[in-house]
């Protein structure tokens, strides 16, 4: 199964008030691991950044002049992402901003499979802080690079942290299928049930035990019906 991890940047909170996407990175699984693969891209987004956005990312205008604008990476990315399903921490967040980024070309919005991490988290520890920070802590995924907000190491480390949350879900059945034992690996777990008789000596012991019980639960044995 192809798995895309997905993070942007922007330049502010809302892009119903005309914000953009300044930073997207994509990292690939298959089957659960990750593969390398990459997709990272940033973006002109040919407007002011808001200043308390850029305290958490600290991506200047200045830096993003001469990047690309949206328009000339959006059929690349789309290609990269494929049919993949979609790895995202606050989903509604980034789709808003991409979905938007696509109707401004007047392209469909995304309609992919999207598996969000921060409701996964919230059913798994509820009342708990589950921001990517605490979510690192808790997994012990080591995220000391992380001083300030970025779209690939954020991407990098989602995919970390998802792997941690959802480790032993896989069952047995598909362990066995994924590592394509041999026959002869798996026929020992099919032998037949080996039954072994009581002798005459056993036999006699279980009537005393029973006639025992019998006795003690005034004639209310069942066994001895």
């Known amino acids: ?12 909170l809302d892009p119903k008030l005309g914000h953009r996407v300044i930073e997207l990175a994509a990292v690939e699984m298959m089957n659960r691991r990750l593969t390398g693969s990459r997709f990272h891209r940033y ?5 002011e950044i808001d200043e308390k956005a850029q305290e958490i990312h600290g991506l200047s205008l200045e830096f993003l002049e001469d990047k690309p604008k949206f328009k000339e990476i959006a059929s690349e990315f789309l290609d990269y ?14 789709l808003a901003f991409l979905n938007t980024e696509f109707g401004l070309l007047d392209l469909p919005s995304l309609d992919h499979e999207v ?20 979510l690192c802590e808790r997994y012990s995924v080591n995220n000391a690079k992380r001083t300030l ?16 949350m959802t480790r032993g879900q896989e069952s047995l059945i598909m362990a ?6 041999p026959r002869e690996a798996v026929a020992p777990f099919e032998r037949k049930l080996i039954v072994v008789k009581a002798d005459d000596e056993e036999l006699i012991a279980h009537d005393e035990q029973l006639g025992e019980i019998d006795k003690a639960s005034g004639g209310a044995c069942l066994w001895k019906l």
Not at 4 to 11: A, K
Not at 155 to 164: F, I
């Open 81 to 94: 992402l494929g049919d993949a399903e979609l790895v995202i921490h606050n989903a509604p967040f980034d």
């Open 115 to 134: 598996i969000d991490t921060l409701v996964m988290a919230k059913e798994l520890h509820p009342g708990k802080r589950n921001n990517l920070d605490a």
């Open 149 to 164: 907000h970025g779209a690939l190491l954020d991407a990098e480390l989602l995919a970390e942290v998802y792997l941690a």
């Open 1 to 12: 199964m192809r798995q895309i991890v997905l993070d942007t940047e922007t330049t502010g």
């Open 43 to 47: 973006l002109n987004p040919e407007r």
């Open 176 to 181: 066995l299928e994924e590592a394509e034992f």
